[in-house]
């Protein structure tokens, strides 16, 4: 638009307001969905919906594709056009719009649509490989009944036994699984098994199938070994052995099931053995026997070597010895000593006495000894070897006729004063007579003067005072 007052004519007049012009300027290409009522369908012809974003021209049936069956007339217009397909065959038909088949109002060209797909299926489905297990069976007796669907059904089949119902138990995929316990109502020998069932397209399909039931009324008989008693042969115990057998008055011999099995490793103590046997008709009997495993074998002790030790006192030694050793098929869980390495042992031998004893409280012993003996010579240590200074010199009153001559035969003195002094140092020559001796009132009077050889007289004969 243009503004009032903004031009001028040549006498000076102002333009009035114009008015507002407008264009939509549109360059965004119609989408296109295609749609259909369900997925799968037994009905014919299908119709296929197409939904527009925007009002388009220009479509026809031409340029709308689809595969597995024969197009019908296109009708519609604007946004929504609808068109029928025929199927040509069982199975997947699809429609869908190429681009650039339809305009909007700006003559822009349409996207590619979706591909939509609808299963087409008037087959009715089928119910094969029906098994009963067991097939003969018995008053009480459930029974397993499985078939497979030939296709995927819209809900769980309708599955009866002699038109008493059975029950659904599971299903993976087309594969299902039925239990029907036989009433007092079914007859004996043959029951019928029928099954009905749609399938996702609506089709509807049944079938049926004779088993033959036979009533057997009378249980298996077992024969069953006593009570077992089985040693220990390690700590988990015992593997045991052991057969079971089963009689039906029909079906003859029949597998007897034991739980544990023959060949189990039973666990110390009483385990009961349960038994049971089921003959072809579900007539099931059951019995049991107790098998136990008992320890009652002492562990094995091996003792160390008898051992010789020397003393080292007059009570004997201390003696530490290697640790015995003892093994048990279960399982040692003690082992004492009559005396302990690393006590004092007397002298002479000593018999040690090792016992083991297992969790049975079985007992083992074995012995070896010990001798402390005293081969060692006494080791004799002496004082050490003393050397001391004279302090003074020792008198001696002799009682012989060398008092006067101090010993010496000759009669002559051999006892100078300077002799003396040198001996004795500390005596003074007042106090001696000329043999050394001191005189009566001298505390030393009555005892010999005697010097060391290696002191000489004054006449250097080395005879010293006596």
Do not use: W
Not at 168 to 184: A, D, E, L, M, P
Not at 352 to 359: G, L, P, Q, R, W
Not at 393 to 399: E, G, W
């Amino acid at each position: 638009m243009v503004g009032a007052d903004v031009a001028q004519d040549a006498a000076s007049n102002n333009n009035t307001a114009s008015n507002t012009a407008s264009v939509t300027y549109d360059t965004v290409a119609p989408a296109v969905a295609v749609t259909s009522t369900g997925t799968t369908t037994n009905g014919s012809p299908i119709t296929f919906t197409l939904t527009f974003s925007e009002s388009v021209t220009g479509l026809t049936a031409a340029e709308v594709t689809v595969t597995n069956g024969t197009k019908g007339i296109l009708s519609g217009s604007g946004t929504t056009y609808t068109i029928p397909v025929t199927p040509t065959a069982q199975g997947a038909v699809t429609c869908m719009v190429s681009a650039g088949v339809a305009q909007d109002a700006a003559s822009n060209n349409n996207t590619a649509s979706n591909t939509a797909s609808v299963t087409y299926d008037s087959v009715a489905p089928t119910f094969s490989s029906i098994v009963a297990s067991p097939a003969l069976t018995r008053l009480g007796t459930a029974v397993t009944i499985t078939f497979t669907a030939s296709e995927t059904l819209s809900a769980n089949p309708t599955v009866t036994v002699n038109t008493h119902a059975a029950s659904y138990v599971i299903n993976s995929g087309n594969n299902y699984t039925y239990s029907y316990t036989i009433q007092s109502l079914d007859t004996d020998g043959d029951a019928t098994i029928a099954i009905s069932g749609t399938d996702t397209a609506s089709n509807p399909g049944s079938a049926s199938s004779t088993t033959a039931l036979d009533v057997d009324k009378t249980a298996p008989l077992l024969t069953l070994p006593g009570g077992i008693i089985a040693e220990a042969t390690g700590p988990n115990g015992a593997v045991v052995s052991f057969v079971v057998n089963a009689i039906d008055a029909v079906d003859g011999t029949v597998l007897a099931i034991a739980t544990p099995p023959s060949g189990s490793t039973f666990a110390l103590g009483t385990t009961p053995v349960n038994v049971t046997a089921t003959d072809a008709a579900g007539n099931t009997t059951s019995g049991s026997f107790p098998v136990t495993v008992e320890d009652t074998t002492a562990p094995v002790v091996t003792p160390p070597a008898d051992l010789t030790v020397e003393a080292t006192s007059a009570i004997g030694a201390l003696v530490t010895y290697p640790a015995a050793t003892a093994t048990d098929a279960v399982g040692v869980t003690g082992l004492t000593y009559s005396r302990e390495s690393g006590t004092a042992f007397p002298l002479g031998t000593t018999i040690v006495s090792v016992t083991a004893k297992d969790a049975a409280n079985n007992s083992g012993t074995a012995t070896f000894t010990v001798t402390v003996e005293d081969t060692t010579a006494p080791v004799v240590t002496p004082p050490a070897n003393v050397t001391v200074e004279a302090t003074r010199a020792i008198l001696h009153r002799d009682r012989g006729r060398h008092d006067r001559t101090c010993g010496d035969p000759t009669g002559r003195s051999h006892c100078g004063s300077d002799q003396r002094r040198r001996s004795t140092g500390n005596l003074r020559r007042r106090h001696r007579d000329r043999c050394g001796r001191r005189n009566r009132s001298d505390v030393f009077a009555r005892k010999r003067c005697r010097l060391p050889a290696r002191h000489h007289d004054s006449n250097g004969d080395g005879q010293g005072c006596r």
